[in-house]
T-cell receptor, first 116, second 113 residues
Framework: DTEVTQTPKHLVMGMTNKKSLKCEQH?????MYWYKQKAKKPPELMFV???????INESVPSRFSPECPNSSLLNLHLHALQPEDSALYLC???????????????FGEGSRLTVL | QQQVKQSPQSLIVQKGGISIINCAYE??????FPWYQQFPGKGPALLIA???DVSEKKEGRFTISFNKSAKQFSLHIMDSQPGDSATYFC????????????WGLGTSLAVNP
């Protein structure tokens, strides 16, 4: 069983809806990530939080808004999405020191998003 | 520009055979090379990883071979089993930007019983 828990597993939303994806880990990791994955493609990095501060934003459109309320939780707020945003959204975490991380990413099972 | 090139795109192997997936990179600053395994409906999971100070790393049936001069690394799965059927991604990162993995495009492996 994965130690990174994502909810919901499936989400269907219209283009005018506002929804949120949630991610939780209790491994004491201080780096947390959002990835987007299309079918038969590798994960694409969206955001990275390090010690609860946003450290990487891969030029993601503002209709995706990340939030890291504490060291165990990561949210992705969704608003005015487009059908092409339909994908599997993966949360991941990794150990982190102030200088570097250990490399290994622990992924959740993902939230499959469909935008109608 | 694809910085990590992975081949083949798909692979079919008979049970008990050897599965070989290859990756090549350009950036000599890369110093961490993991392989992730992803089953349908699941997130990727780290399978095995190597750093460039060693040429080979083995964990059970899985072996990474690393050729620093050729800038290539490969995954060998010995005695392949139907349960190994999954998508395999190679990746790379460097210490200067180690929160960002550069991923290969993936290899879909099917092991026939």
């Amino acid at each position: 069983d994965t130690e990174v828990t994502q909810t919901p597993k499936h989400l269907v939303m219209g283009m005018t809806n506002k929804k949120s994806l949630k991610c939780e880990q209790h491994m004491g990791h201080r780096a947390m990530y959002w990835y987007k994955q299309k079918a038969k493609k590798p994960p694409e990095l969206m955001f990275v939080y390090s010690y609860e501060k946003l450290s990487i934003n891969e030029s993601v459109p503002s209709r995706f808004s990340p939030e890291c309320p504490n060291s165990s939780l990561l949210n992705l707020h969704l608003h005015a999405l487009q059908p092409e945003d339909s994908a599997l959204y993966l949360c991941a975490s990794s150990q982190e020191s102030r200088r570097a991380n250990t490399g290994e990413l622990f992924f959740g099972e993902g939230s499959r998003l469909t935008v109608l | 520009q694809q910085q990590v090139k992975q081949s083949p795109q798909s692979l079919i192997v008979q049970k008990g055979g050897i599965s070989i997936i290859n990756c090549a990179y350009e950036n000599t600053a890369f110093d961490y090379f993991p392989w992730y395994q992803q089953f349908p409906g699941k997130g990727p999971a780290l399978l095995i990883a190597i750093r460039p100070d060693v040429s080979e790393k083995k964990e059970g049936r899985f072996t990474i071979s690393f050729n620093k001069s050729a800038k290539q690394f490969s995954l060998h799965i010995m005695d392949s089993q139907p349960g190994d059927s999954a998508t395999y991604f190679c990746a790379a990162s460097n210490a200067g930007n180690n929160r960002k993995l550069i991923w290969g495009l993936g290899t879909s492996l099917a092991v026939n019983p």
